[in-house]
Antibody, heavy 117, light 110 residues
């Protein structure tokens, strides 16, 4: 069974940093692209960042230059390093597995990031 | 404000058919596959339709997707109370070079 478990969320002041992690199991992690998608409370979904199986990375314009996505295949782990956090980054952050044909076919439960002074 | 336009709400009674639209442009809906996700209250999204009109195993055939030009649509036939949820369309956008979610449609089953 595919499982994605996010961690690392919390309360941080504007300008601060936070490192999110996603522990993956139940599939061959190396073979799949992985993504982060976020959702502010009471609002819609927003794609944040993705990393290919080969390590290529891509970012939404709103986070480019501030967030860094990475993966450690040996540990089946996905990471999102978030620097220069802004109030508008406050959201529930989901980790999602990308299947080449079907899209995001598995999602975690999310970890909550709150940016506030 | 999203450049993909979905109606903020839709409704129907049990048994009815409801269609949710997703209007975009040639750089997204018109030129790339569209995916649809269902989000039940308090849960993570789940895949409903991929590559415009393909249904994953386990998704009832009451759900169908279609696309014409820059307009994608999700149709739910034989509406059930458990279909009450938010629905999101998402294509790749060539101009933004990223994935673009529609604003979401809240479906209410009356």
């Amino acid at each position: 069974e595919v499982q994605l478990v996010e961690s690392g969320g919390g309360l941080v002041q504007p300008g601060g940093s936070l490192r999110l992690s996603c522990a993956a199991s139940g599939f061959t992690f190396d073979n799949y692209d992985m993504h982060w998608v976020r959702q502010p409370t009471g609002s819609g979904l927003e794609w944040v960042s993705g990393i290919g199986a080969a390590g290529d990375t891509y970012y939404a314009g709103s986070v480019k230059g501030r967030f860094t996505i990475s993966r450690e295949n040996a540990k089946n782990s996905l990471t999102l390093q978030m620097n220069g956090l802004r109030v508008e980054d406050t959201a529930l952050y989901y980790c999602a597995k990308w299947e080449a044909r079907r899209g995001w076919d598995h999602w975690g439960r999310g970890t909550l990031v709150t940016v506030s002074s | 404000q999203s450049v993909l336009t979905q109606p903020p709400s839709a409704s129907g009674t049990p048994g009815q058919r409801v269609t949710i639209s997703c209007s975009g442009s040639n750089s997204n809906v018109g030129g790339n596959f569209v995916y649809w996700y269902q989000q039940l209250p308090g849960t993570a999204p789940t895949l409903l339709i991929y590559r415009d009109d393909q249904r994953p195993s386990g998704v009832p055939d009451r759900f169908s997707g279609s696309k014409s030009g820059t307009l994608a649509s999700l149709t739910i036939s034989g509406l059930r109370p458990e279909d009450e949820a938010y629905y999101y369309c998402v294509p790749w956008d060539d101009s933004l070079r990223g994935w673009l979610f529609g604003g979401g449609t809240k479906l209410t089953v009356l």
